[in-house]
């Protein structure tokens, strides 16, 4: 028995972006606050979406959009000469869909810079599915995006037969509330001890690791 499909986060999980996360959080502060802020402070909302983020360190909705515009706009600029993929992504991923598993992307990120993410790091062409935060009302950790790449899938009522793999909290959240197993990988921001208090039921330490999983 093999999975139906697995579906992945983006950010920190097939990208390693990261750096550029940080990058532009660290310039929205500067601008609108004067001051650049820990980057523990951001890094707990990494896997959210980006307004729903920003709200923390906004003082009113106005100031939201201000700097959630300020975010999006020096992303676009250095995106693609910070993005990268992780090694053996592009492998792994065929390797699962010789087997005929079906692949989808469940990520916060809006459908323009999913787009320009996946083609930096030669993913482009790699999925059956893409879920962004422009094709659902709620974001991680809310279940919706992952109940939205089921149904795409026409996969509703199998969700133990899929297994949904991220590096955050929030994947692990929105991926047990869909009632789909969860695999937490081990290069992402998040620390083993912050993960595990969200219950993954698998561990995936590198690509092998994910090729070698059964349901």
Known sequence: ???????????GTLADTVPLILHCYRHTMRIHLGTELPDELWIR???KPLRASMTAFAADPEETVRMVNTYVAVQRRVHDE???????????LKTLRARGVRLGVVTSK??????????SCGL??????????????????????????????GLEG???????????????????????RTAAVLWG??????????????WIADWAALVALRP
Do not use: Q
């Open 110 to 119: 809006g459908r323009e810079m999913t787009a320009r993410t996946l083609g």
């Open 124 to 153: 482009g062409e790699a999925f059956d599915v893409l879920v962004t935060a422009d094709e659902v009302c709620m974001g991680k950790p809310h279940p919706e995006p992952v109940l939205r790449a089921l149904a795409d899938l």
């Open 189 to 202: 921001p998040f620390d083993r001890t912050a993960l595990a208090e969200n219950n993954p039921d698998y």
């Open 1 to 11: 028995m093999d999975w139906r499909a697995i579906l992945f986060d983006l950010d």
């Open 82 to 92: 910070m993005v990268r993929g992780f090694p053996k992504t592009l492998e792994t």
């Open 158 to 180: 199998v969700p133990g037969e899929v297994v949904f793999v991220g590096d955050s909290p929030h994947d692990l959240v929105a991926g047990h509330e869909a009632g789909v």
């Open 45 to 47: 909302h990494i896997g």
